[in-house]
């Protein structure tokens, strides 16, 4: 069966990004001229999901309004003749259906994806973490949709990431298969990097079967004292099986300044209109750091 809903939890501080954050939601902060979230919500409708399902605080209406359609500002760049700028502003309104779930208590990932159950009903579904952003020719979530499709368990994406990096992630156990979808023995949340079983991180990408909410109701916090969405899948291991998905493409973390500066970097240098003048200005900063800028 299709996926045709995806999970998108956006509560939280964001405090990281502070002071931005008290104006403007963290996931709503651009990745050089696009909000973080417009990536997983693009990639979710290029793999043929219909509908997100926004898990929002307080004050974050900045994330549902962007996907809203603005048939004032499309009447005002039609009569301007800026035909690319309108067919941008016309895609974004209409990248999928958007339904808003509040969260109002922020007790961990895994309560975060429970307050879905009712929106997402008695089917599969797909959750993103809007912090990891990817691009790939390929969306990534349609890949897992497949695996999913094909193994009949939950998929999750999975990469190799540096020792520094495992005591911060979920960390899967592939009993040392290599390949694109190996089946995961073990998982374990944000692990000291002694009893990590490897170095294969859980990113922000998920194809669950709703069994998962009636687990998530009765998961006891674990790290951190949250309730843990990897605690949860864990308990489906045997049944009906959970698979990683070694995505392809370029992945960056946005949940950190430092990630969200090279991504946007990342983005710029991309862009056929500026690239060049960024890397000139970056190779300049490189030789002269004082005086370039100025
Ligand atoms: C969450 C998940 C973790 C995963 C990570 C990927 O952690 O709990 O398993 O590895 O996202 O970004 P968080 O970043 O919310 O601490």
């Known amino acids: 069966m299709t996926v045709r809903k995806a999970v998108i939890p956006v509560a939280g501080f964001g405090?990281?990004?502070?002071?931005?954050?008290?104006?403007?939601?963290?996931?709503?902060?651009?990745?050089?001229d696009?909000?973080?979230?417009?990536?997983c919500v693009e990639e979710a409708a290029r793999a043929g999901i219909e509908e997100i399902v926004f898990i929002?605080?307080?004050n974050q209406e900045a994330i549902p309004r962007y996907f809203e359609a603005l048939p004032e500002l499309e009447r005002a760049l039609e009569a301007r003749g800026s035909v690319s700028t309108l067919d941008m502003v016309r895609?974004?309104?209409?990248?999928?259906?958007?339904?808003?779930v509040a969260q109002t208590e922020q007790k961990g990932l895994g309560h975060a994806v429970l307050m879905a159950r009712d929106a997402v009903g008695d089917?599969?579904?797909?959750?993103?973490?809007?912090?990891?952003?990817?691009?790939?020719?390929?969306?990534?979530?349609?890949?897992?949709?497949?695996?999913?499709?094909?193994t009949g368990g939950f998929a999750v994406a999975v990469k190799e990431v540096a020792d520094e990096a495992v005591p911060n992630l979920g960390i899967?156990?592939?009993?040392?298969?290599?390949?694109?979808?190996?089946?995961?023995?073990g998982m374990v949340e944000k692990p000291s990097l002694e009893d990590a079983p490897s170095n294969l991180a859980i990113i922000g990408r998920y194809v669950l079967g709703a069994e998962i909410?009636?687990?998530?109701?009765?998961?006891?916090p674990g790290a951190l004292g949250e309730v843990q969405l990897t605690d949860g899948i864990a308990a489906h291991l045997e049944r009906p099986g959970v698979f990683g998905y070694r995505f392809e493409g370029e992945h960056h973390d946005v949940g950190t300044p430092?990630?969200?500066?090279?991504?946007?970097?990342?983005?710029a240098l991309k862009r056929d209109d500026l690239g060049d003048d960024l890397r000139a200005w970056m190779d300049g900063l490189r030789t002269a750091p004082r005086a370039a800028g100025f």
């Not at 990004?17 to 963290?26: E, G, I, N, W």
């Not at 696009?34 to 990536?39: C, E, K, L």
């Not at 959750?127 to 990891?132: G, K, M, S």
């Open 15 to 32: 405090t990281r990004f502070l002071p931005a954050t008290l104006s403007v939601p963290k996931n709503a902060l651009p990745v050089f």
């Open 34 to 39: 696009m909000p973080s979230i417009h990536f």
């Open 56 to 58: 929002v605080s307080k």
């Open 91 to 100: 895609r974004i309104g209409s990248l999928a259906k958007i339904t808003c």
């Open 123 to 150: 089917e599969a579904f797909a959750v993103f973490l809007p912090d990891d952003v990817i691009w790939s020719e390929r969306p990534t979530i349609g890949g897992m949709i497949e695996a999913h499709q094909r």
């Open 172 to 185: 899967v156990d592939v009993g040392g298969e290599s390949g694109r979808s190996p089946r995961i023995v």
């Open 213 to 220: 909410f009636e687990t998530l109701e009765n998961v006891e």
């Open 258 to 267: 430092l990630g969200m500066l090279k991504a946007s970097i990342a983005a």
